[in-house]
């Protein structure tokens, strides 16, 4: 069975997000070069990761896994252009390089982000390994879709732009982040669950605590770097959630207890997976690579 090693997957998605998206020449040509610009220009490949890592844990192999680790790169990659455009955050800069919008246009940047957004779930739909059964590839649409819609990323994404220069709490603080952050990262566990349907209630549970804590704890990381780092190490602008007036767990904890605050996650997400001893060694490595992360 082809179970691929964590360092190997970063090379694989690429490949394989390189064999889904339009080739640039093909007409209309332009848009094409920016949903390529936006997917293929570096990042983490924290989720489509998750997804195999996921997966590597609950024995399915990577070759089950490509068209949900696609589709939520994809979708991952529609969310930073959008929320990159001078209607949302405004900002120029995204993983060390010009933001779609200023690299091409504004136009373009926003249907290069629907395109790519289609693009997911035709991903899915179209998933032609053998174990891909209607039901569940049917599954995965509908986990993907809750996932980025108005009660989960996109919904988010309204409450933080609401948020600004607003006094809330940390309770409301964490339901923004669980949506606009968490529940695409969360998604990416479920759909390397959703590929075994007879999957045991408690492990799947286990899953569900996992990704939510780690989900969590990716975004009290996010805004202590938003701090801590700088623009060059970042790849985007540092200081952007102070310049927006947003809300942040170090404004309202404290950057040491926002620190510990992620921490703590990172234990409990660690604790979730004791259920599934070494086979969930891939999905520690990329928790601890969450939490310590310096951009």
């Not at 399915?60 to 949302?88: G, K, N, R, W």
């Not at 919904?155 to 529940?183: N, P, W, Y």
């Not at 259920?275 to 520690?284: H, K, T």
Request: aromatic letters at 4%; glycine letters at 8%.
């Amino acid at each position: 069975m082809d179970h691929c090693p964590d360092h190997d997957y970063s090379q694989r998605i690429q490949d394989r997000l390189e064999r889904l998206l339009p080739p640039a020449e093909e007409s209309p040509e332009r848009l094409h070069e920016a949903m390529r610009y936006a997917v293929l220009g570096g990042g983490k490949r924290i989720r489509p990761r998750l997804v195999y890592a996921t997966g590597a844990a609950l024995g399915l192999t990577s070759d089950q896994l490509d068209a949900p680790a696609c589709a939520v790169e994809f979708i991952h990659a529609y969310s930073l252009i959008h929320d990159d455009l001078p209607a949302m955050d405004d900002d120029t800069l995204r993983r060390g390089r010009a933001t779609a919008h200023v690299a091409f246009d504004e136009a373009t940047a926003i249907l290069a982000g629907d395109a790519l957004q289609s693009l997911a779930f035709e991903a899915l739909a179209t998933d032609s390994h053998k174990d891909a059964t209607p039901p569940i590839r049917a599954a995965r649409l509908a986990t993907l879709a809750r996932a980025c819609g108005s009660r989960g990323m996109v919904g988010g994404q309204a409450l933080d732009m609401a948020s600004e220069g607003q006094t809330i709490g940390v309770e409301t603080l964490e339901r923004l982040h669980s949506l606009k952050t968490g529940a695409l990262l969360h998604a990416c566990v479920v759909l390397a669950a959703d590929g075994l349907p007879e999957l045991p209630d408690g492990e799947r549970q286990a899953l569900d605590r996992f990704a939510t804590k780690i989900g969590l704890a990716f975004q009290v990381r996010d805004d202590v770097l938003d701090i801590e780092s700088d623009t060059a190490t970042l790849g985007k602008t540092q200081g952007a959630d102070i310049a927006h007036d947003k809300a942040t767990y170090p404004a309202l904890l404290g950057l040491d207890a926002a620190r510990d605050y992620a921490e703590r996650l990172y234990a409990e997400a660690l604790e979730a997976l004791a259920v599934f001893g070494d086979r969930a060694e891939a999905l520690r490595v990329i928790a601890a690579e969450i939490v310590q992360r310096d951009h």
